[in-house]
């Protein structure tokens, strides 16, 4: 586990009460775009999966679209489960049964096999353009993406959930891209 940074607390709880304050209208309007912009990333032209999304909580932008799309397409999905405080991905498919999985989450059932993603689609509560993100302040995205190895991360996000810098630490983990519904952000 990392140990929470007070800035970084503050600069999330900011962040999450921008995006709280959507108007469900205006999610449900950016979401399509916000999946259309990941579907347009060139990193599907040779993608063989899996691909792991997030099963979306509270006001997530939702990538529920994309797997959706993905699957039709034939590529592999998976979701991250939380086992032994260590973020693990199960296969996954739409409509499959998921259940719930902590913190707030729906997760694959337990007797799903594990997967190890290439592309991982990634939630975020802030986010800068250099790839920097703030999640719920627990490390697992970092440790998932240092301990996978070589993987493409796509941050999904709303507009409003950027900040000029995030205070990035050593094990903190940048993102390739970052799609919202007014932009895509190449990181690096």
Not at 155 to 173: K, L, R, S, T, W
């Amino acid at each position: 586990m990392t140990t929470p940074s007070p800035l970084k607390a503050a600069l999330r709880e900011a962040a999450l009460t921008r995006r709280d304050a959507l108007e469900i209208d205006d999610r449900l309007e950016w979401d399509p775009e916000i999946a259309a912009g990941v579907l347009a990333l060139p990193i599907w032209d040779n993608a063989s999966g899996p691909v792991s999304a997030y099963w979306p909580m509270r006001s997530e932008a939702d990538p529920r679209p994309v797997l959706e799309e993905l699957h039709r397409r034939g590529l592999p999905l998976c979701l991250p489960a939380i086992v032994e405080k260590h973020m693990i991905f199960r296969r996954w498919a739409p409509y499959e049964p998921i259940v719930p999985g902590g913190f707030g989450t729906l997760v694959p059932s337990p007797a799903e096999p594990v997967a190890k993603p290439a592309i991982l689609l990634v939630p975020l509560a802030a986010f800068d353009r250099r790839g920097y993100r703030i999640g719920y302040g627990k490390g697992y995205y970092d440790r998932a993406l240092t301990e996978l190895g070589p993987v493409i991360s796509v941050g999904i996000g709303y507009a409003v959930q950027e900040i000029a810098a995030v205070p990035d630490e050593p094990h903190d983990q940048r993102l390739d891209w970052i799609v919202t519904e007014r932009e895509t952000i190449r990181c690096s």
